[in-house]
C-alpha cells in the first residue's frame, strides 16, 4: 500500500481506496474489510463535504497544537489525553498501571468530558444573562464542536447523544428523565451502528450509566448513615457501583478483579476535572493565545501527575487485583453473586416482597416499624451467605490452596503459555537466582505462571530467537530482569539494523548479549550453570527459526537440553558436532513438530520430554512421529496442552530421582 500523506488527512478528507473486499470473522465487528492495495487523498466537490474536510483538518489542528505543547512540558504527557481522548504520547507503563487501577476511563472521552462541557457553556450563558432555552441551544453547540474537535470516536458519540437527547428533553419544558434517555442513545447508536452491540466498550458503557443511574442514590444513603465524610460520598458511590456494574464484562477482557479501582477513582477524582477543563482550555486559547494555552496545559499536567501518581502507588498495593476466574464459569459465579447481593438489598429495603410474609405497612407515619419477618430475614441470610461465601471461596480460599499444591521445590517448570514457550530454571537451594527462557505471546498467562511459582524476579532472561510465541509477552518480565541472552540477528535484521527485541530490551535498561557456541554463564555456583551450544559465533542465519539458541542447563542437579525452534538440519548439525547431548529432561524443540531428527532425541537419553504446546492448535503439534521417537527412547512425553503447567523436582528417592507435578491430570 502506498504510504499516505497522515500529516494533515483528518476525519472528513475524503480520499479513493482500491484493494479487495474480504469477509470478516462471524465474531468480528464487521461483515466485510477491504484489504488496501492503494489509498489516494480526493479533491471534495459537494458544498458539504468540503465544510466537513475543513473542519476535521481544523479540529485536527487543534488536536495536534494540544499534543506539542504537551509533549514540551514535563509530566503532561496524559493532558491531551484527559482532554480529547488521545494517549499516543502515553508511556506503556503508565497505561498499564491505570488499566490495573481502572483509571483508564479519564484518558478515554466520555461522558463525563461531555458534561464538563455543557455545563460550562451553560454557566458561562447564564452569567450572560442568556434564558433557559437560549443556554440549551448554546450547550448543544458547544457540545457539537467538542465532538468535532475530539473525532467520530464510538466513545464519544455514545456520550454526546446521551447528552443530547438529555438536552433535548430539557428544551422542551419536560422533567428529565435518565433511563428514558440512555434508552433513546442505545437505539439510536445501534440504529447508527448496530455492530456496536458487539463492542466491549459499548457494552462497558451502557452497564457503567445503567448502575450509576440505578444504584448510585442508594448507595449514597447507605454511606450517609454509615457516617462517611459527605465529600467522599459521590466519588465511592459512582466508582463503587460503575466497578459492580462493569464486573461480569471486564472478567470477559481481563482475569480478575480489580479491588483497588475504587480507592483509585475516589482519590483521583479532584483532580480529574481540573486537568479535563484546563486542557480543554488550552485547546482553545492555544491558537490565539499560545502563552495563555500553556500555562493551561501546565496547570492541566499537574492534575495528571496527581492521577498518574495515583496509578502508581494503588496499582503496587498488595492485594490490588483479587483472583478470579475470567471466562464463562467466572463470568456467571460473578453474576450470580451479585445477583444475590442485589436480592438479599432489595427485600430488606422492601423492593422485593417475599413471598407468605405478613405486611409490614404502617398505618401511621408515628407508628413503629414492626420487625422484620422471620422468612425475610432467613432469605436475606441465605442470599448474603451464599454470595459472600462464593466471593471467599474464589478470591482467597481458591489461590491458597493453588499455592499449597504448588511445589516449592522445583528445578524446571514449562510454563503453559499456550502456543508458546515459556521454561523457568533454577536451582532450589538458590530460589531467586531463577533463569526464564523464553516469554510466550499471553502476557497474562505467564505473569499467572510467575505468580504460581512464586517468581519475582528474573536472573537471567535468555530468549532463543525472535518469533511472537517465544518473545510476544516481554514486556511481563523485562521490568524484573537483571540480564538477557538473545539469538544472532538474521540476515534481514542485520542488513536494516531494526530488531525489536533489542529495542524493548534497551528501553527497559536491561542488558544483553548474543548468544553463541561456547558461551556460558554461572559456573560459580550463583544460580544454573548454562552453555550456548548452538548456533556458531557470527552466524547469520536466513530464518528466526534458524537462530534459535540450543542451550544445556544444569538446575540443581536435573540438567536441561532445550532446543528452541530448530528443526531437522540444525539437529543434524549439532549431532556432528560432538557436544554433550545427553540430558535429564529435554525441552522437545518447535513445540513437537514433524521436522526433527529422532536421532538427537535418542542421543539425548532424557527421561522426560517437555512440549510447550497450545491446545487444539492448527499446526499439527505434536507430530506423532516425535512422539514415537520420544518413546523408542524410553523418555516420557509431558504436554502443557493437556496437563498445563509442569514441574520437574528431583527427589532423594532410589531409583525415582525426579517427581513430576502437573497441573492438571491427564
Not at 476535521?56 to 512540558?73: F, M, V
Request: proline fraction near 7%; aromatic fraction near 4%; glycine fraction near 10%.
Amino acid at each position: 500500500m502506498s504510504d499516505p500523506p497522515a500529516a494533515h488527512w483528518a476525519p472528513g478528507t475524503p480520499v479513493e481506496v482500491s484493494g479487495r473486499l474480504e469477509r470478516l470473522e462471524p465474531a468480528s465487528t464487521a461483515g466485510y474489510a477491504i484489504s488496501v492495495v492503494t489509498i489516494t487523498e480526493r479533491t471534495a466537490t459537494a458544498l458539504f463535504d468540503r465544510l466537513e474536510a475543513r473542519a476535521g483538518a481544523r479540529a485536527a489542528a487543534l488536536r495536534q497544537g494540544l499534543r506539542e505543547t504537551a509533549a514540551g512540558i514535563p509530566g503532561a504527557e496524559l493532558v491531551p489525553g484527559f482532554a480529547v481522548g488521545d494517549t499516543s504520547a502515553v508511556p506503556q507503563d503508565t497505561e498499564e498501571r491505570m488499566l490495573e487501577s481502572s483509571l483508564t476511563h479519564l484518558t478515554a472521552v466520555s461522558g463525563a468530558n461531555c458534561a464538563l462541557v455543557t455545563i460550562a457553556v451553560m454557566a458561562v450563558a447564564s452569567r450572560l444573562g442568556a434564558g433557559r432555552r437560549l443556554r440549551i441551544l448554546l450547550a448543544g453547540a458547544g457540545l457539537a464542536g467538542f465532538v468535532v474537535v475530539v473525532g467520530p470516536d464510538a466513545s464519544v458519540q455514545r456520550a454526546a447523544v446521551m447528552a443530547g437527547v438529555v438536552l433535548v428533553s430539557d428544551f422542551g419544558g419536560k422533567r428529565r428523565t435518565a433511563l428514558p434517555a440512555l434508552a433513546c442513545a442505545i437505539l439510536a447508536l445501534l440504529c447508527a451502528d448496530p455492530w456496536q452491540a458487539r463492542a466491549p466498550g459499548f457494552t462497558l458503557s451502557v452497564c457503567a450509566t445503567a448502575g450509576i443511574l440505578l444504584g448510585v442514590p442508594s448507595v449514597e444513603r447507605g454511606l450517609r448513615r454509615a457516617r462517611m465524610p459527605r465529600v467522599l460520598v459521590l466519588p465511592v458511590a459512582v466508582a463503587a457501583v460503575a466497578q459492580f456494574a462493569c464486573g461480569p464484562i471486564l472478567l470477559t477482557l481481563h482475569d480478575g478483579i480489580p479491588a483497588v479501582g475504587v480507592l483509585a477513582n475516589v482519590i483521583a477524582a479532584p483532580a480529574a476535572p481540573i486537568g479535563t477543563g484546563f486542557g480543554l482550555l488550552a485547546l482553545v486559547l492555544l491558537p490565539v493565545w499560545s502563552s495563555g494555552g500553556a500555562v493551561c496545559v501546565w496547570v492541566a499536567s499537574g492534575a495528571t501527575r496527581w492521577v498518574e501518581a495515583t496509578a502508581t502507588v494503588t496499582s503496587e498495593l498488595p492485594l490490588a487485583r483479587w483472583h478470579w476466574p475470567g471466562g464463562t464459569v467466572g463470568v456467571l459465579l460473578l453474576v450470580c453473586c451479585e445477583v444475590a447481593i442485589v436480592a438479599a438489598w432489595a427485600i430488606r429495603s422492601e423492593r422485593l416482597p417475599v413471598p407468605g410474609a405478613p405486611s409490614q405497612a404502617r398505618s401511621h407515619p408515628w407508628q413503629e416499624a414492626p420487625p422484620r419477618p422471620r422468612r425475610a430475614r432467613l432469605l436475606i441470610a441465605l442470599l448474603t451467605s451464599a454470595a459472600c461465601g462464593t466471593g471467599a471461596a474464589v478470591i482467597v480460599v481458591t489461590p491458597v490452596a493453588n499455592r499449597i499444591a504448588t511445589p516449592s521445590g522445583w528445578s524446571v517448570v514449562a510454563c503453559d503459555v499456550g502456543q508458546g514457550d515459556a521454561l523457568l530454571l533454577r536451582d532450589p537451594e538458590e530460589p531467586r537466582e531463577v533463569m526464564l527462557v523464553d516469554t510466550g505471546d499471553d502476557a497474562e498467562l505467564l505473569a499467572a505462571c510467575l505468580s504460581s511459582f512464586g517468581v519475582t524476579r528474573i536472573a537471567t532472561l535468555v530468549l532463543t530467537h525472535d518469533d511472537q510465541d517465544h518473545v510476544g509477552a516481554l514486556e511481563v518480565v523485562a521490568p524484573i530482569a537483571e540480564a538477557a541472552i538473545i539469538a544472532p540477528p538474521t540476515r534481514e535484521q542485520a542488513e536494516t539494523g531494526i530488531r525489536e527485541v533489542t529495542a524493548e530490551l534497551q528501553a527497559a535498561a536491561v542488558p544483553w548479549v548474543i548468544g553463541s557456541t561456547g558461551v556460558a554463564g554461572a559456573a560459580d555456583g550463583t544460580g544454573p550453570d548454562w552453555r550456548v551450544l548452538a548456533p556458531g559465533e557470527g552466524a547469520v542465519p536466513e530464518e528466526t527459526n534458524d537462530a534459535s539458541l540450543v542451550m544445556r542447563v544444569d538446575a540443581g542437579g536435573v540438567s536441561v537440553l532445550m532446543l528452541g525452534d530448530t528443526g531437522e538440519a540444525e539437529h543434524r548439525a549439532l549431532l556432528r558436532t560432538g557436544a554433550e547431548l545427553t540430558a535429564d529432561v529435554l525441552k522437545v524443540a518447535h513445540h513437537g513438530s514433524g521436522d526433527q531428527d529422532p536421532a538427537l532425541i535418542t542421543a539425548a537419553r532424557a527421561q522426560v520430554g517437555l512440549i510447550s504446546v497450545g491446545a487444539d492448535n492448527s499446526y499439527g503439534h505434536p507430530h506423532p512421529d516425535v512422539l514415537r521417537a520420544l518413546q523408542a527412547a524410553g523418555t516420557a512425553a509431558v504436554r502443557t496442552d493437556t496437563a498445563g503447567a509442569i514441574a520437574v523436582s528431583r527427589t532423594e528417592e532410589p531409583g525415582e530421582p525426579f517427581d513430576i507435578w502437573v497441573e492438571r491430570a491427564t
